[in-house]
């Protein structure tokens, strides 16, 4: 089992930044990846970004190139989404997940955090 608690969440104004954080404790020695998805009000989760947790790659949907950007600490076991120039429509519950499995990096995920709200004001 591995456990996942995010923090950082918060209210920010369009254009602002945030950070969010995942400590993943537990068999984190099985870890593939770790991704971060997101649901906002009346609609599905979706993928938003995703590490390999050896090497390191990276991998974003569309709508958060270039403002948001995923890293991870390997001596805490520690992910991070750092959030530049946020939109309201970036506004939601953001969820940390991991994945011990190769393959599609947006799919098949084992274990999610509980998330944590991001509310975007315009």
């Known amino acids: 089992q591995v456990q996942l608690v995010e923090s950082g969440g918060g209210l920010v104004q369009a254009g602002g930044s945030l950070r969010l954080s995942c400590a993943a404790s537990?068999?984190?020695?099985?870890?593939?990846?770790m991704g971060w998805f997101r649901q906002a009000p009346g609609k599905e989760r979706e993928f938003v970004a995703a590490?390999?947790?050896?090497?390191?790659?990276?991998y974003y949907t569309d709508s958060v190139k270039g403002r948001f950007t995923i890293s991870r600490d390997y001596a805490k076991n520690t992910v991070y989404l750092q959030m530049n120039s946020l939109k309201p429509e970036d506004t939601a519950v953001y969820y940390c997940?991991?994945?011990?499995?190769?393959?599609?990096?947006?799919?098949?995920?084992?274990?999610w955090g509980q998330g944590t709200q991001v509310t975007v004001s315009s």
């Open positions: 997940a991991c994945k011990e499995t190769s393959g599609i990096i947006r799919y098949n995920y084992d274990y």
């Open positions: 537990g068999r984190t020695f099985s870890t593939y990846a």
């Open positions: 590490v390999i947790w050896g090497s390191g790659s990276t």
